[in-house]
């Protein structure tokens, strides 16, 4: 069963742009690998131009075999299988994005330098903070 999850970025100019990843959504998988491999605004923007994603792997590869893809590298429904309408959203403010912006079981926002985490009945959480009590 996958743990669903959406992951943004908020640029300088205030825009927010977000994309889905259906699978291993959790704080130690997504969340983790967020906080160890797309920590700089370019690395994430990197990624965010990958579009929707069904994994997240600690590195953006090339077109793959959506089937059999690389171990550890992201798999993207529109490079990796070639799906239409697959790219980021992007919402005029953080306030459009909170209220417009696709929700999913766990939903990663990078936030003025940091990461941050929505789940459960939580509000937005520092990310960092969560990995080092679990």
Known sequence: MATRSTIALEYPDGKVSQ??????????????ILAESYNTVEKIHELMSLGDLSALGNSLGNKQNFNKPEEDTCVAYGRDR???????????????YALRGQKEE?????????????????????????????
């Open 19 to 32: 994309i889905y990843c259906h699978w291993d959504g959790y704080l130690e998988h997504v969340g983790r």
């Open 82 to 96: 070639d799906e239409i309408e697959t790219e980021a959203r992007t919402f005029k403010d953080f306030e459009n």
């Open 106 to 134: 766990y939903n990663y926002a990078f936030l003025d330098g940091s990461w941050f985490v929505k789940y459960g009945d939580k509000e937005f959480t520092d990310l960092g903070t969560l990995l080092k009590k679990n």
